[in-house]
């Protein structure tokens, strides 16, 4: 366990509906990071915050993925009229320092 | 643009020997690069970094090494045991550790018994 929580682990959905996740990171750390991983690939880049800033966005953010960290502390990542090129595993890391921690992820599946 | 890619997709190892594994970047002015493990079903784990005013780097059992005439990075493990099987990802953390940290496409590591 490193200490950034990933909320739910799993998800299904179809088509067409919103979901959302969440990361905790670890307490204190102020660089929060969102990655989209698939099968057999390393994970990308999505947008990464510092406290409650959100300082880039990926190309691959598109219009229907919005994320936000409103406090600085916790961070929820909303995908919008989910496609079936959405399924992945959604990682977050957080950062205070060089070393980065990442959550187990929330692996997406949309039917 | 920016880029880390790992030379094997697979490597397969007997239980006990050296493993090494290696990886290229792109970006001349990359810094920062880090090592990560991932094993099934768990995000990548930081195994080790380097920055680029170093050519080597020594953890336990692991050490890095960072050429940065041909631009090439290599993980070597020592004395491979079973518990390494994982994915490992060479990682570019751009101008320094502070910056977003791009991901090659990973080596998956096997050990033979």
């Known amino acids: 366990d490193t200490g950034v929580s990933q909320n739910p682990r799993h998800k299904i959905t179809k088509r067409g509906q919103n979901v959302t996740f969440r990361c905790d990171p670890i307490?204190?750390?102020?660089?929060l990071y969102w990655y989209r991983q698939t099968l057999g690939q390393g994970p990308e880049f999505l947008t990464y915050?510092?406290?409650?800033?959100?300082?880039?966005k990926s190309r691959l953010l598109s219009d229907r993925f919005s994320a936000e960290r409103p406090k600085g502390s916790f961070s929820t990542l909303e995908i919008q009229r989910t496609e079936q090129g959405d399924s992945a595993m959604y990682l977050c890391?957080?950062?205070?320092?060089?070393?980065?921690?990442f959550g187990q992820g929330t692996r997406l599946t949309v039917v | 643009g920016e880029s880390v890619g790992l030379h094997l997709p697979t490597l397969s190892v007997q239980e006990g020997d050296n493993s090494i594994i290696n990886c290229a970047y792109s970006n001349s002015a990359s810094d920062y690069f880090i090592w990560y493990k991932q094993e099934s079903g768990k995000g990548p784990q930081f195994i080790i970094d380097?920055?680029?005013?170093?050519d080597k780097r020594q953890g336990q059992r692991v050490t890095v090494l960072l050429n940065k005439t041909v631009k090439h990075l290599s993980l070597q493990i020592a004395a491979t045991q079973p518990g390494d099987s994982a994915v490992y990802f060479c990682?570019?953390?751009?101008?320094?550790?502070?910056?977003?940290?791009?991901f090659g496409s990973g080596t998956r590591l096997s050990i033979r018994p």
């Open positions: 307490s204190e750390h102020n660089r």
């Open positions: 915050f510092q406290n409650e800033a959100q300082l880039e």
């Open positions: 890391a957080s950062q205070s320092g060089t070393e980065a921690f």
């Open positions: 380097i920055r680029s005013n170093m």
């Open positions: 990682a570019d953390s751009g101008y320094s550790s502070a910056s977003k940290i791009i």
